[in-house]
């Protein structure tokens, strides 16, 4: 099966402009995450979506970021504004539902889009 | 709240050495634990998981033991290669207190030399 697609690979930006990432998990999945990894450290959750709802979306920030996922396939993650400490690998995720125990199966990650703002 | 602790890298080895790296959780619930690796440039990967104590996860000669009570999930390989050399993430996920989603720990750099 394919994996989870992300674009782009890399995007260097300057403070206060705007960016966004895309993704495309798994077919069928209906869990998607984002994860932001900050050099040195491990990912942390931005926000899950159950199919085009948000099931937990507590530890974005949500002054600047945004995402959707309107179909329940693909989903956008969008900084407006960005600044210098937003700069990370933004990765996504995607799991299938097994009656709502998937995070015990693990997740899929895609490549991730490396994010310089400078 | 949840978390993840991992020793710190990195952690750099001759070929065919022992590979331990070390791995504790907190956690209020019964979590399921695993190992992720990502390989420079690449993605996280699921190395392997367990889902409830005494559990051993193995994948690619990595093995892991959910131990509850140490409260760890130790990885370890009986003889690393250079293509081992990645970035190692424990991660923990409890549904019933932590809402479906994974923790990670800050991952630990492991460099394998010829």
């Known amino acids: 099966e394919a994996g989870v697609a992300q674009s782009p690979r890399y995007k260097i930006i300057e403070k206060r402009q705007s960016v966004a990432f895309w993704c495309n998990p798994i077919?069928?999945?209906?869990?998607l995450y984002w994860y932001q990894q900050i050099l040195g450290q491990g990912p942390k959750l931005l926000i899950q979506?159950?199919?085009?709802?948000?099931?937990?979306d507590s530890q974005l920030p949500k002054d600047r970021f945004s995402a959707e996922r309107l179909k329940g396939v693909d989903s956008t993650l969008k900084i407006q504004p960005a600044k210098l400490e937003d700069s990370a690998v933004y990765l996504c995720?995607?799991?299938?539902?097994?009656?709502?125990?998937?995070?015990?199966?693990?997740?899929?990650f895609g490549s991730g889009t490396r994010l310089t703002v400078v | 709240g949840n978390s993840v602790t991992q020793m710190e890298g990195p952690v750099t080895l001759s070929e065919e050495a022992f590979l331990t790296i070390n791995c504790t959780y907190t956690?209020?619930?019964?979590?399921?634990l695993f190992w992720y690796v990502q390989y420079p440039g690449e993605g996280l990967q699921l190395l392997l998981k367990?889902?409830?104590?005494?559990d051993k996860g193995s994948n690619k000669g990595f093995e892991a033991t959910y131990r509850k009570e140490t409260t760890s999930f130790h990885l370890e390989k009986g003889s690393v290669q250079v293509s081992d050399s990645a970035v190692y993430f424990c991660?923990?996920?409890?549904?019933?207190?932590?809402?479906?989603?994974?923790?990670f720990g800050a991952g630990t750099r492991l460099f394998v030399k010829a």
């Open positions: 995720a995607s799991s299938s539902n097994q009656g709502g125990r998937d995070s015990n199966y693990g997740y899929t």
């Open positions: 077919s069928g999945h209906a869990t």
């Open positions: 979506f159950q199919n085009n709802g948000v099931v937990d």
């Open positions: 956690a209020t619930g019964y979590p399921s």
């Open positions: 367990a889902t409830k104590a005494d």
């Open positions: 991660a923990l996920s409890d549904p019933v207190t932590g809402g479906f989603k994974t923790i």
